[in-house]
Nanobody, 124 residues
Framework: QVQLVESGGGLVQAGGSLRLSCAAS????????TGWFRQAPGKEREFVAA????????YYSDSVKGRFTVSRDNAKNTVTLQMNNLKPEDTAVYYC?????????????????WGQGTQVTVSE
């Protein structure tokens, strides 16, 4: 079991930046591939970014590619999502998730553990 807790959400103007963090406890995060998802009101939860167990591989959705960067620090048991040039359509609850499967994963069903989410709101 691993517990995930997100932080760093908030309100920002369009064009601004936010940095989300995901802190893991219970087990060392280096045993897991991790990802970020988001869910806007009335919409399904969608994939944002993924990073493999040691940070050597990353994968992004087309909607955030070039603006968001996912990274991890296994020594600190944390995963970070740096979000730049934010747009109003990035407004959503952002979730950190972890899995024990090989390769980078972008499907919700591949992830075994989820955080409670953190709200990101981008104003015009």
């Amino acid at each position: 079991q691993v517990q995930l807790v997100e932080s760093g959400g908030g309100l920002v103007q369009a064009g601004g930046s936010l940095r989300l963090s995901c802190a893991a406890s219970g087990r060392t995060l280096s045993n897991f591939g991790t990802g970020w998802f988001r869910q806007a009101p009335g919409k399904e939860r969608e994939f944002v970014a993924a990073i493999n167990w040691n940070g050597s591989g990353t994968y992004y959705s087309d909607s955030v590619k070039g603006r968001f960067t996912v990274s991890r620090d296994n020594a600190k048991n944390t995963v970070t999502l740096q979000m730049n040039n934010l747009k109003p359509e990035d407004t959503a609850v952002y979730y950190c998730a972890a899995h024990t499967k090989l390769m980078l994963r972008s499907h919700r069903s591949d992830y075994d553990y989820w955080g409670q989410g953190t709200q990101v709101t981008v104003s015009e």
